[in-house]
């Protein structure tokens, strides 16, 4: 049955999700602000300041509530997709748009009229932050990863990772055990997708020296359609490692006895991407092993080699020796690189690169307890995520960027009034956060034409030449397109209609 839900009590509603969720986030903000420990069904309870995870673990059961709060994360959500940092903050900036908005609507505003100027005025705030932009030094990448994560050792610790290999898309990180341990990985690198696990027998690893390397653009269902092949590679002593995209049960249990029985060393691999990235990669493979793609003809001939092949349970690295033609790969890959417009296929680019120049990085951040590792490994994540963005160019950090162009808005039109306000928002909420006079605080930043900001952590004004706070531009950027995208349209929306699940009786329990 659909219920459809208008008027006072949906607005109502959305005044409740939209407090429920930001409310809840927000008292986190900043270096002083204060952690949410979540439970789960599935593993213990867990203590986070990540506000995109906070958010998406909150629920309400009333199921109106409950669906303005899914589409009102997705501001955190997408902020945190885009730049992997922000999230806070942009639901910070929501809820202020969203009361700001409301205001004015019920005044008799019209709300689409609203949308269209509030667009428009923050087309020209983004252009505000990017003339204030710059490019970012060395020690200005580490202050941003010291900024997102709140902490020096993780910002060491990222900071050294990335000059080694200048490329925030190389590095990988994990959950550990007590030590954080930051490992250096050279080769070509994949996901492992083994058939089977029996391959392992009892080792955590497989090395194999000198292996041969059959790549197939198809899958294989029995082992007569590689017999001559299977023949060669049993008289001459060695291993065949098979990267196919499916194996029949038929082919899995023929390969498995083999190898178990016989003590032949074939191991089964399937591709872990597909369509356009899987023939990148096995374009890469083939190169570095000098062996031909196969669709049938499967012969010795075909196949490729490999200096060495490491097989764990996450993934394969192929080691190789680099030649000319990896030279001319590197360059194919450069000039595709600086031609890319989409990010996610940049990422995946910029890791292809890598791992034929300078190696990956995988960083295993580890703690005493389960509960602390996944907290510090969330910082991680965001201080990486925080340099990538950084990279494009960076201001200055803590909201003051952000209340400095509230000041210079006039109340022109709706939407100057709304951003006026609502532009203060983030700096007044880490002060608040941090337990300090708000007034005092701004008004000295103010004295400053804020070239000043105040550091939380030790409580005094910094020059915005030596500050440690710092915020990526593209962060700023997408914390306020995604804070008002949403915010624009629950501005916009006057009327919601859901599904409303009735429980059924059983008759027979009331012994009708």
């Not at 899914?70 to 955190?76: D, F, M, N, V």
């Not at 954080?180 to 990985?185: M, Q």
Request: charged letters at 30%.
């Amino acid at each position: 049955m659909k219920k459809v839900v208008n008027g006072l009590e949906l607005r109502t509603k959305m005044n409740e999700a939209i407090d429920l969720l930001c409310d809840t986030v927000k008292t986190t903000l900043g270096p002083k602000g204060s952690n949410v420990i979540i439970d789960h069904s599935s593993f213990s309870p867990f203590i986070t300041n990540d506000g995109v995870t906070i958010a998406s673990n909150i629920e309400s059961d009333d199921e109106v509530v409950n669906t303005i709060l899914e589409l009102a994360k997705e501001a955190s959500i997408k902020t945190n997709s885009n730049v992997g940092d922000g999230t806070t903050s942009t639901l910070v900036l929501l809820q202020k748009i969203y009361k700001e908005g409301v205001k004015l609507i019920e005044e008799g505003v019209n709300p689409i009229l609203l949308k269209k100027e509030l667009a428009k005025k923050l087309e020209e705030i983004i252009k505000t932050v990017n003339d204030k932009s710059h490019t970012p030094t060395d020690l200005e990448l580490k202050k941003i990863a010291y900024t997102s994560s709140n902490s020096k050792e993780i910002a060491e610790n990222i900071y050294q990772a990335f000059l080694e290999v200048r490329n925030a898309s190389s590095i990988k990180i994990i959950e550990g055990k007590d030590k954080t341990i930051i490992k250096r990985k050279n080769g070509y690198i994949i996901d492992s997708v083994l058939a089977s696990f029996y391959f392992f027998r009892d080792q955590e690893e497989i090395n194999l020296d000198k292996a041969n390397i059959l790549l197939i653009n198809d899958g294989l269902n029995d082992l007569e359609e590689i017999s001559e092949l299977i023949n060669e590679v049993i008289i001459r002593k060695e291993k065949l490692v098979i990267l196919s995209d499916f194996y029949s049960d038929i082919f899995i249990n023929q390969a498995l006895s083999l190898f178990m029985e016989e003590n032949v060393g074939i191991y089964l691999l399937k591709w872990s991407e597909f369509g356009k990235r899987k023939i990148d990669i096995m374009n890469d493979l083939s190169l570095i092993t000098n062996s031909k793609v196969c669709d049938n003809n499967i012969i010795y001939n075909n196949v490729g080699k490999c200096k060495n092949v490491k097989i764990t349970k996450e993934e394969v690295t192929f080691s190789y020796d680099k030649n000319s033609k990896i030279e001319r790969k590197i360059a194919e890959i450069k000039d595709r690189l600086a031609e890319e417009n989409d990010d996610f296929e940049r990422e995946f680019l910029k890791k292809r690169l890598a791992m034929f120049q300078q190696g990956l990085i995988e960083i295993e951040v580890g703690a005493l307890t389960k509960t602390e590792r996944k907290e510090k490994k969330m910082r991680y994540d965001d201080a990486i995520g925080a340099i990538n963005s950084a990279l494009n160019g960076v201001v200055l950090g803590g909201g003051v960027i952000l209340y400095e162009i509230s000041e210079s808005l006039n109340d022109e039109d709706y939407a100057s009034k709304i951003f006026k306000e609502c532009l203060k928002e983030p700096l007044k909420q880490i002060l608040y956060n941090a337990g300090v006079l708000e007034e005092e605080i701004i008004t000295e930043i103010r004295k400053n034409n804020f070239r000043k900001i105040y550091n939380v952590k030790t409580n005094k004004f910094e020059d915005e030449n030596t500050t440690d706070i710092l915020d990526a531009t593209e962060v700023v950027i997408n914390i306020l397109r995604n804070a008002l995208s949403i915010a624009s349209m629950l501005l916009t929306t006057s009327s919601l209609i859901i599904n409303e699940y009735k429980q059924e009786i059983n008759t027979n329990e009331l012994n009708i």
